[in-house]
């Protein structure tokens, strides 16, 4: 079960999996003419929505209501745990849509690929002892003058980066200066305030190799190098890890194979939990930031829930809810749990104190509570187009639809790094 969920994360930058033909031709940066249509009534539609959002915002459950948007009692957010609070009523709605944006990924363009319903867009987080700003991406550009900001990680770092480009780039349009082979790893520029912004392909953040279709050989005591040799060049990393270690990999440690994750039965070998990889990993990580000479400021954004309901992606999951969960509500799956636990045992150490470079981005609790963020069968166009059962259709409610909940986790890490002083 933990295998095939995170065989999702498979999927190659450009859409190219074997069942998505219609996907994987098409880079997703070009415009398509065959969608203008769908893209301007999309628009209208979107517009009419906000409209209605911003009359019926009278309706909003008292409860909100009781909530100050700003003004006296409001702490500084330095001073502000800004990883616990709610999903509150937001009639402003999403800074850019996915006409206003052409760097979003197919597969997360939820508007584009026919998702009817919109009121997923209409919500802003709101810590409970203070106010969160939205990112003001004029502000940001203006402090990230000559500053280099490196997000790390698998897809789920794609879909962040993605996101913090859609914002900046209502300000000032970005501009790709490189990308790998596999569309994997990129970096682009903001000309005139001569900001770098990369992404570093490193699903497991420390070394791994694949020979053919064989099993991931996963070396838990080496770093990828793929992102410490760029380590240097970065002013700013947002670094994380997670579902890639779900999978079946064997272990290396020493020059030795000590074990494996999701064993077959044939290797023989001792099967150990993905909170043994992952732990030596983070642990790794950690130590590497702690020790390097170089200081960037390192936040680490913790594991990313997924929301599927009543089976996994392959076995008729689903994740068809339209607003968030409350404060609660939602229980994290085990997995979940688990990987976050070792994520703050590692990172959250209170010896470390405020000397040093790394904070955590605790993304957690609140993508816990958007079960209605994923794009579900919407990861392209017409999915039940010609389909009888429309059960089968493959679900996606581990990335986030752009616009979408992570959004929010941008205004958060620019708090993070505009403000280095965090609460715990
Ligand atoms: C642009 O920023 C990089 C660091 O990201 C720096 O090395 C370079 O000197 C800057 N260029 C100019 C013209 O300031
Ligand atoms: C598997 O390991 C056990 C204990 O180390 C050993 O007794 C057994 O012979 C091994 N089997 C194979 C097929 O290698
Ligand atoms: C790095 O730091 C950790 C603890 O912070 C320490 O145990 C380790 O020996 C240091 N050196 C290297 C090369 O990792
Ligand atoms: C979600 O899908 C399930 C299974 O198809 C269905 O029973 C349920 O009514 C749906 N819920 C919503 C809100 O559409």
């Not at 909003?60 to 948007?69: H, K, N, R, S």
């Not at 849509?97 to 998702?115: A, P, V, Y």
Request: overall charge neutral; glycine content about 6%; hydrophobic content about 35%.
């Amino acid at each position: 079960m933990e295998q095939q969920l995170s065989l999702l994360l498979l999927h190659s930058p450009k859409g190219a999996s074997n069942e998505e033909p219609l996907i994987a031709s098409v880079p997703s940066t070009k415009h398509h003419h065959g969608r203008t249509f769908v893209k301007l009534f999309v628009y209208i539609f979107l517009i009419a929505l906000a409209y209605y959002f911003i009359i019926s915002s009278f309706a909003v459950p008292p409860i909100f209501l009781v909530l100050p948007e700003s003004g006296s009692g409001k702490v500084s957010s330095t001073k502000c745990d800004l990883f616990t609070g709610d999903w509150i009523p937001d009639p402003k709605g999403p800074s850019y849509t996915s006409l206003s944006c052409n760097h979003i990924q197919d597969f997360q363009n939820c508007m584009l690929n026919g998702r009817p319903d919109v009121d997923y867009l209409f919500w802003r987080w709101k810590p409970r002892d203070c106010d969160l700003p939205r990112l003001n991406p004029s502000q940001f550009l203006h402090s990230m003058k000559n500053k280099w900001l490196a997000f790390i990680g698998d897809s789920i770092a794609r879909n962040h980066v993605q996101s913090l480009i859609c914002i900046l780039s209502q300000v000032e349009s970005v501009q790709e200066i490189y990308h790998d082979k596999g569309y994997q790893s990129k970096i682009w520029r903001f000309p005139s305030h001569n900001f770098t912004l990369s992404v570093v392909w490193a699903p497991f953040l420390i070394k791994f190799e694949t020979v053919g279709s064989s099993d991931i050989q996963l070396y838990l005591d080496q770093l990828d190098h793929k992102w410490t040799d760029q380590y240097s060049n970065f002013d700013y990393v947002v670094i994380s890890g997670g579902k890639w270690f779900l999978k079946t990999t064997i272990f290396h440690e020493n020059n030795a194979i000590t074990g494996c994750h999701y064993c077959k039965s044939s290797y023989n070998l001792t099967d150990r939990s993905y909170t043994y990889s992952y732990r030596k990993t983070v642990n790794l990580v950690r130590n590497f930031i702690l020790n390097s000479t170089h200081k960037p400021l390192v936040l680490f954004r913790t594991t990313t829930p997924d929301h599927f309901e009543s089976g996994e992606w392959n076995t008729g999951g689903y994740c068809n809810r339209t607003t968030p969960f409350k404060q609660g509500q939602a229980r994290p799956k085990t997995v979940d749990a688990e990987m976050h636990e070792i994520e703050l045992e590692m990172l959250q150490n209170p010896r470390e104190g405020s000397g040093s470079n790394i904070r955590l981005l605790d993304t957690t609790a609140m993508s816990l509570l958007r079960p209605d963020g994923h794009p579900g069968p919407y990861r392209h166009p017409n999915p039940f187009a010609g389909v009888n059962d429309r059960r089968r259709v493959q679900r996606d409610c581990l990335h986030w639809c752009l616009p979408g909940p992570i959004d929010s986790w941008n205004d958060l890490m620019v708090e993070t790094i505009l403000n280095r002083e965090q609460f715990f």
